[in-house]
């Protein structure tokens, strides 16, 4: 008998520690720190400490030796008490997960401890203000320079790159046969003469930030590529299904904290002498969204496991992150309205999930490329852009 739905004692226990840290902080702290313009290294730092942001990583680095299925339940559980970390998405999941496989033993010894214990952070820097969804088109090049190279481009929705000691970027050799994108991943110092980066404004209420990156020349020694330049696509999708299923468990966390707020209120706001939960108006929408908040956390684990034991994950990580976004999308609109006017006030803090929601329907593969992506691999229709 292989299936087993039971997450047994030791992930039981890693939900409850993680829940414990992410309670004494709470969405209060979260919000206070994104309105006054704060971040939120104290509980990076404090989740870093205590093992939650490594625990996918290598053992003899520093990490916890587990896979997806611990770091997204991190995510999930510290989003579910308020505090979505999205660079959990980026510096353990992807940037981590490419340097501990494809990394040499000086670049593994170099970023992986910190990346492990949290004292640092990497961003990741694929998005191009000309590419968008089609990553095909990156224009950022990467040219030899002696030993060395020479990165020159311009990046954009950039994460985190203010909490950042380095960004993992994308770039294109410049070498290749033209028309054909060989795209290679540099670690670049966020120090380098060079690199500038600028805050958009943007209306998601979030202490993470994002940024436009401008590479101008930017000069890096031989050992900032990672991996070998000819297999780029294969170790960028190394990451890029870790991702998937990082945003989903972020989505996750989002939507049960959505949801814990919409029953609690309907439990207890009383218009017509009974509670407003006993409207099937608004029950029954309630427990839709609870519906596909289990069967997305179904697949998140399933696309999580995939990942952690070799499996082909891209449909399910897909899946999971389209089924994710989905339901955080749907249960943070009916929080919203269960709540009435005091779903838009700042107090009960449901209107501040809103934007947030929808960032995993956009990111890091919105949900019409996700559409097409299922059409084409598992529908086996033709491709449609
Ligand atoms: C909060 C946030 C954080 C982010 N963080 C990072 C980060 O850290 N690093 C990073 O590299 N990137 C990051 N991104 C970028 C993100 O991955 C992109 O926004 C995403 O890939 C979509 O690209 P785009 O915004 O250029 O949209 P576009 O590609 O311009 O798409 C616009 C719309 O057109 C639709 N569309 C495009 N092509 C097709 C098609 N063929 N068929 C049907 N519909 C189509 C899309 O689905 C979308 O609805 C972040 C974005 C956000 C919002």
């Given at each position: ?5 039971d ?11 993680v ?6 902080y709470?969405?209060?702290?979260y919000?206070r720190?994104?309105r ?15 093992g ?23 995510l999930e ?8 970390l999205l ?9 981590g ?13 170099r ?11 990497m ?7 000309d ?7 990156i ?7 002696g030993?060395?190279?020479l ?6 929705w ?28 540099f ?22 930030r ?5 590479l ?10 990672v ?14 299904n ?10 996750l ?5 959505a ?5 609690s209120?309907?439990?207890?706001r ?13 029950a029954h929408p ?5 519906v ?13 496991w995939?990942?952690?034991t070799?499996?082909?994950a ?6 999971a992150k ?34 947030m ?15 097409s ?6 529908l086996r ?5």
């Amino acid at each position: 008998m292989a299936l087993d739905f039971d997450e047994g004692n030791d992930l039981r226990a890693l939900r409850a520690s993680v829940a414990a840290l992410g309670a004494r902080y709470g969405q209060e702290y979260y919000l206070r720190q994104a309105r006054s313009g704060g971040r939120t290294d104290a509980l990076w730092a404090e989740a870093g400490a205590a093992g939650f942001l490594g625990v996918n990583l290598p053992e003899e680095h520093g990490g916890g030796g587990h896979g997806l299925v611990e770091l997204s339940l991190v995510l999930e559980e510290l989003g579910a008490a308020g505090c979505p970390l999205l660079m959990m998405v980026v510096s353990p999941a992807i940037c981590g997960t490419v340097i501990a496989r494809y990394g040499s033993p000086g670049q593994r010894e170099r970023w992986l401890p910190g990346l492990a214990d949290g004292s640092l952070t990497m961003a990741f820097a694929i998005t191009e203000p000309d590419a968008g969804s089609n990553s095909h088109r990156i224009g950022t090049v990467a040219r030899r320079d002696g030993d060395g190279w020479l990165l020159t481009g311009r990046k954009v929705w950039i994460s985190g790159v203010d909490q950042a000691g380095a960004v993992l970027v994308v770039g294109r050799l410049a070498d290749g046969p033209p028309g054909t994108l060989r795209p290679a991943l540099f670690v670049v110092p966020t120090e380098a003469p060079g690199l500038t980066a600028h805050p958009i404004p943007m209306e998601i209420v979030s202490p993470e930030r994002q940024f436009t990156l401008f590479l101008d020349d930017v000069r890096l020694p031989a050992d900032a590529l990672v991996g070998h330049p000819d297999q780029g696509i294969a170790q960028l999708f190394t990451g890029l299904n870790p991702e998937r299923v990082m945003v989903a468990a972020y989505a996750l966390g989002v939507a049960r904290l959505a949801l814990d707020k919409a029953t609690s209120y309907a439990r207890e706001r009383q218009v017509w002498g009974t509670p407003i939960g006993a409207h099937q108006g608004l029950a029954h929408p309630l427990a839709a969204c609870r519906v596909e908040i289990e069967l997305a956390r179904l697949m998140t684990q399933k696309a999580a496991w995939l990942v952690d034991t070799g499996g082909d994950a891209g449909s399910a990580a897909n899946s999971a992150k389209y089924a994710a976004a989905e339901a955080a999308a749907r249960t943070v609109d009916q929080a919203i309205q269960t709540h009435g006017g005091n779903g838009l006030s700042q107090e009960y803090g449901v209107a501040a999930l809103l934007a947030m929601s929808r960032v995993s329907r956009i990111a890091p593969v919105s949900r019409e490329m996700i559409l097409s992506f299922v059409a084409q691999h598992d529908l086996r229709l033709p491709r449609s852009y």
